[in-house]
């Protein structure tokens, strides 16, 4: 528990506690590198088990996925960005990217409920098969961290704004950039393996 | 609901049960107010963020624990001494198995090894607090309060009776109706994100607080143990956080992970269950491993033979532990060359194990062993344990499984390895470090009378249970053929014997507390070890001057040069974290969400559940950066604990 600053180097790096949220976190990602890889296994073993439900292939659909991809993959970007004006020690370029990159995270949650509403139209539900249980299931926790990802991002901005940057605000945002680019390595491999495997087989 | 279907009826034994717990909060509340306690306790106990503190919680929960499961254990023995014995009925010996080994293993093993880490691990290395201290209260709270919840069922809705390992599809929602199987998963889960969290507090506060000079292989071995555990608790807790989300999904809002119905698959939950349980057993004998280490070391007066070996020993056995998980389900028909595959994986284990009972034995070779109660457990253990490791071998072999499977051969080996392993380094550790915990000695007479007990108890009951097992007699059952009595009799009066050593042990607490010689210098044992270097009690700063470590046993080296941990000379400000009651808090509202969750009141839950997001939402807005304690306080502390 010491509060010695470093003078140089990222912000986020200079106190010791600050280095270890960081190492913590990253940690922390490992754990949930597994549980999202326990989703995968689960969705690989039960894939094709659809009872009466409808098929994978019938209801996916290359559009919306494409839109939500292309949505998630750019805010990753923007939220690299926004790391890059903190660096250059820009609360307001920080400011403006971050919100930039929430909206493209609220876009693609607003495809991911739509979807998952017009699944359940079509009969596919988390109730009717262990396929779809599956599905539901991984779609829906990533899409939860997501959620999460929002909620928590927005009291930062609201920290930022209050603090503007010192070595805690930065270690926080730079570490809520981990997480978001991890979700997005996550939904590269929802999209890989669960919509373009699901739509070919 | 009706109140009748809200609590359980019907069962003496379990209105005993309500009676004594009304007893008990009756009184403790009574105590508390009395002597004007309740500040006391909230500032001192429920807001502490100091890792001794949260240690010695742990420990006496999980000794809590230890006696709920041990009751379990006597009621079951009881009624499998005698054929036709009606003691239990089939349904309440179900209950009974289940809570008896889920208490076991997740409330009572883990927990008191992470109790004797928090205490120690931080003194080990050199370090004024883990690495958070706030998250580490958390762990500590979501423990206690998944316990707690998973304790009241027997009083409140009905206990889970699908065993410790819950397979489906009897676990599920059409063949375990009612909030008995809910319990289960949502105890477990509540106290597992608290286990995950202090598995990656431990990796931080290892691997960035050392002191000065303490290179990773210059670690205590406990500590080393320590982090190999905490790896383990990181990469497999996800994987039982999974596995019960799917259950309480599966049961609670009909989706079709494990029911035949939607073509869902039971046995993988066997599969997802085994990934993580397997690692569980690692992580319950590894830090004792790391106990026995200390312990022998330091009453054989030497140095650990083959260190590195040991370290190494570890690092393999827990990667091998990712890699064996289906030696539990041999005969369920995976077919022959993946039984084969897992049979050689576990067989493997056997190796590194044998490398540091090996280890130890060296150590022990042509030293001058101390009798003390702390060596005896160590000593005891080492044949106990490879009783455990040669017929866990046994069982590994894939065909011979089709005879051991789900006998008493099996209940007999995981006893030898738990009780031999965990709990007699449970024991040893507590009655090690227990000076530094509390100021003085346990009693070394009575010490050695409850391990006599305990130690001859605990074979006689679990030697003659190989042989009952090989005769036949199934695990999980509530009756016994005449037959298998005589040795199902021996079996239930060493239980009794056990049961007497630990009862034993517990007036030692008391006794020793009353009547033991103070503590003077906090080098109880003429320790080797860091944590022998800070004063008895130990300041919550732990370290006035953080010593720079150039040798392994690094404290010998400083009794060697005379140096201290106290140099008024180069006294700092030292800065530390203030105690915060949002630990205790978010986990009592996250208490009450799973509480909605098991009787499936969702408005509950749901409330819960934003409580909180509220609370994390406080946390993250909470700036307080602790405070520094000055010179002169430091400098008046160490001088009246060091008695200058
Ligand atoms: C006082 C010492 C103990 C006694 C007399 C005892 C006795 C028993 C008995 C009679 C059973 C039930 C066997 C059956 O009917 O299948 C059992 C099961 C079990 N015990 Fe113990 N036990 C003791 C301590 C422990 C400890 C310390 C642990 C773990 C650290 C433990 C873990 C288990 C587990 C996991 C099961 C399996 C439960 C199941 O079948 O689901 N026991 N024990
Ligand atoms: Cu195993």
């Not at chain 1, 996925?65 to 970007?77: A, H, R």
């Not at chain 2, 370090?127 to 009083?155: E, H």
């Not at chain 2, 005589?486 to 009353?514: D, E, K, W």
Request: charged share 10%; hydrophobic share 50%; with cysteine.
């Amino acid at each position: 528990m010491s509060s010695h600053e470093l003078k140089s180097g990222p912000l986020e790096y200079r106190t010791e506690q600050g280095q270890m949220n960081i190492l913590g976190f990253w940690i922390f990602l490992g754990a949930e590198i597994v549980l999202f890889s326990t989703l995968f296994a689960t969705y690989a073993v039960l894939f094709g088990r659809t009872a009466d439900a409808p098929l994978p292939g019938e209801l996916f659909e290359p559009g919306t996925v494409l839109i939500m991809t292309f949505l998630l993959l750019t805010s990753s970007f923007t939220c690299g960005i926004s790391i890059h004006e903190m660096r250059r020690g820009s609360v307001k370029g920080l400011t403006t990217w971050l919100i930039i990159t929430l909206l493209l995270g609220l876009g693609f949650l607003g495809f991911e409920i739509y979807e998952f509403i017009h699944y359940e139209h079509e009969g596919a539900t988390l109730q009717s098969s262990a396929f779809w249980s599956s599905f539901f299931v991984l779609a829906g926790t990533h899409g939860l961290h997501v959620t999460l990802g929002i909620g928590w991002a927005i009291l930062l901005l609201l920290q930022l704004a209050k603090r503007g940057l010192t070595p805690v605000t930065s270690r926080k945002v730079f570490i809520i950039s981990l997480y978001w680019h991890f979700l997005d390595v996550v939904w590269i491999f929802i999209f890989t393996s669960v919509y373009l495997i699901g739509m070919v087989v | 609901m009706q109140l009748d279907e809200f609590f359980v009826t019907g069962e003496p034994l379990i209105y005993a049960g309500m009676v004594s717990i009304a007893l008990v909060t009756a009184a403790t509340i009574f105590i508390l107010t009395y002597f004007k306690k309740w500040g006391w306790l909230w500032r001192e106990w429920l807001t502490t963020v100091d890792h001794k503190k949260i240690g010695i919680m742990y420990i006496l929960s999980a000794l809590a624990m230890l006696f709920r499961g041990g009751v379990d254990a006597l009621m079951m023995r009881t009624q499998l001494a005698f054929p036709d014995m009606n003691f239990l009925n089939s349904q309440h010996y179900n209950e009974i198995f289940t809570t008896h080994g889920t208490v076991m293993i997740i409330f009572m093993a883990m927990p008191f090894l992470i109790g004797l880490m928090n205490v120690i691990v931080p003194l080990q290395i050199g370090a004024r607090d883990v690495a958070f201290p706030a998250l580490n209260a958390l762990s500590f709270w979501s423990f206690l309060f998944g316990a707690m919840l998973f304790n009241i069922s027997f009083v409140i809705g009905g206990s889970p009776d699908a065993g410790w390992t819950s397979y489906t599809p009897l676990a599920g929602a059409a063949m375990s109706p009612g909030p008995g199987q809910n319990f289960y998963l949502l105890g477990l889960q509540l106290s597992g994100i608290g286990t995950l969290a202090t598995g990656i507090n431990f990796m931080v506060t290892i691997i960035k607080m050392r002191a000065p000079g303490m290179k990773m292989f210059k670690m205590p071995i406990f500590t080393w143990s320590t982090l190999v555990t905490a790896f383990i608790i990181v990469f497999a807790f996800p994987i039982l956080t999974v596995a019960l989300a799917l259950m309480t999904i599966d049961r609670i809002f009909g989706s079709q992970f494990f029911t035949l119905t939607g073509e869902g698959l039971p046995m993988m939950w066997a599969n997802l269950f085994w990934m993580w349980g397997h690692p569980e057993v690692y992580i319950v004998i590894l830090p004792a491993f790391g106990i026995f280490s200390e312990v022998i070391a330091t009453f054989a007066r030497k140095q650990l033979f083959g260190y590195k070996a040991m370290v190494w020993s570890m690092i393999l056995i827990a990667g091998l532990s990712f890699l064996v998980w289906v030696h539990h389900f041999f005969t369920m028909g995976a077919g022959a060359f993946v039984n084969s595959v897992f049979s050689v994986s576990t067989m493997l284990i056997a190796v590194p194990t044998g490398v540091k009972i090996f280890n130890w034995l060296a150590t022990l070779y042509k030293s001058k062993i101390q009798f003390t109660v702390a060596n005896l457990w160590a000593l005891a253990f080492i044949p106990s344990f490879v009783i455990g490791g040669v017929t866990g071998v046994m069982l590994g072999m894939a065909a011979a499984d089709y005879q051991f499977h789900n006998s008493y051969f099996l209940v007999a080996h995981f006893h030898y390895v738990l009780i031999a392993g965990t709990v007699f380094a449970c024991f040893a550790g507590l009655v090690y470090w227990y000076p530094k915990m509390f100021g003085h000695k346990l009693n070394e007479k009575i010490g050695k009378l409850s391990f006599w007990f305990f130690l001859i108890g605990f074979h006689v009951c679990f030697f003659p249970q190989y042989f009952v097992g090989l005769d036949g007699m199934p695990r999980r059952v509530f009756s016994i053929i005449p037959e298998w009595m005589p040795l199902n009799v021996i079996s239930t009066v060493g239980a009794f014997g056990m049961g007497i050593g630990f009862v034993i042990f517990v007036y030692n607490i008391y006794y020793s507390f009353r009547y033991s010689e103070r503590e003077k210098t906090g080098d109880s044992w003429d320790g080797r070890t860091l944590e022998w270097a800070t004063p008895t009690p130990v300041p919550f700063y732990n370290f006035a001057t953080v010593p720079h470590v150039e040798d392994h046993d690094a404290f010998l080296d400083m009794k060697k040069k005379g140096q201290t941990t106290f140099d008024e000379e180069k006294l700092e400000p030292i800065h530390m974290p203030s105690s915060t009651g949002q630990p205790f808090i978010m986990m009592g509202i996250m208490f009450i969400a799973s509480f909605g969750l098991v009787f499936e009141w969702l408005w509950m839950a749901i409330a819960g559940l934003v409580g909180v997001l509220i609370m994390m939402g406080i946390r993250s807005f909470d700036y307080d950066d602790g405070f520094h304690v000055e010179v002169d306080e430091i400098k008046r502390t160490e001088r009246s604990a060091r008695r200058l």
